[in-house]
Every structure is written in C-alpha cells, then in structure tokens.
C-alpha cells in the first residue's frame, strides 16, 4: 500500500497481480488495484478491478464512488451517476459522491443540450445546500475544476434557467 501512496502505480500493480495470483482475494485489493489502473488512466481494467470489488462487497461505498470516478473520466455519465448514487445510499455522509452525482447529473443533458433529469439535479442541489462551504473546500482540496467548484449552489434551484444561460455547464 505505500507504493501507491507514493505513486509507484505501475510496480503496486504487479504487486497486487501477485497477491491476486496467490488466491488472495478480498474487494480491498481489487479496490487498491483499481486506483493504481485509474491513476494511470487505464480506465478498462480500473472498471473491472472496481467492478470485482463490488461483487465481493456491494455495500463498500468507497468502491462504488471510485468506479463512478472511473466511469465519469473515461466519459459514461449514466454509468458514473448510478455509482456515486449507489455509493452515496451506502454511505450518506460521502460529501463527494453527492457532490460528484450532482456534477453528472449536470453532463447528462437531452439532445438540445438541457439537462436530461433537471429535477434530480434540483434534489440533488437540495440535498448539498447544508454542506455548501464543505463542498467549497473539498472541491478545492482535490484539485477539482475551478468553474465546476464556483458554481453558487444556492442558485441552483433554477437549472433550466442556468442550462439557458450557459449550455456548457
């Protein structure tokens, strides 16, 4: 595990190939495995890892929050959605999945370019309103997009009117 958290995907990897071959198998290591494929955007086998580690372990939200990760970078929103949702319902005080879920919400959008589902995004927007300075300083933390981390949740209420305003949030 210190190999990953020192970057060292690549040789995490073979590590964690190793303990899989060796018939240890446990959804923690497909998770951690999953995260050294995600940082080195190989997105596919991340899927899979993520995947594993969720039929071991349906409930383990941090997986499911991860594999949305995976899905949203790799361009499947709909996928993304259900996994921060499902990591959300696993764990209800996972500040990012709510967060995350809210942003794919907002990337789902009709072929006129609004938003597919606006009163999801409406609850979802409710749902953050306590938390808005949390989100404000996790979005910072991690390194997220200034533009998606300025946008005033409180004003999110109005989402036709912003999507009018400005197609490409």
Not at 58 to 78: R, V
């Amino acid at each position: 595990y210190s190999l990953t958290a020192n970057g060292n995907y690549d040789e995490a990897t073979l590590l964690f190939n190793k303990a899989e071959e060796m018939n240890y198998i446990d959804s923690k290591l497909f998770c951690n495995r999953g995260v050294c494929y995600f940082n080195l955007k190989r997105y596919h086998h991340a899927i899979i890892d993520f995947e594993n580690a969720l039929d071991l372990d349906p409930a383990f939200a941090e997986a499911a929050y991860l594999l949305g990760n995976t899905y949203y970078n790799a361009g499947y929103f709909e996928k993304a959605l259900d996994k921060y949702s499902q990591a959300f319902f696993y764990d209800d005080q996972n500040l990012s999945a709510l967060y995350w879920r809210l942003m794919t919400r907002l990337q789902i959008k009709d072929e006129n370019g609004f938003i597919l589902n606006h009163e999801a995004a409406q609850y979802d927007a409710g749902l953050m309103l306590p938390y808005a300075d949390k989100f404000f300083k996790l979005s910072d933390k991690e390194g997220r997009p200034l533009e998606l981390v300025k946008i005033d949740i409180s004003e999110m209420g109005d989402l036709n009117f912003r999507v009018n305003q400005n197609p490409e949030i």
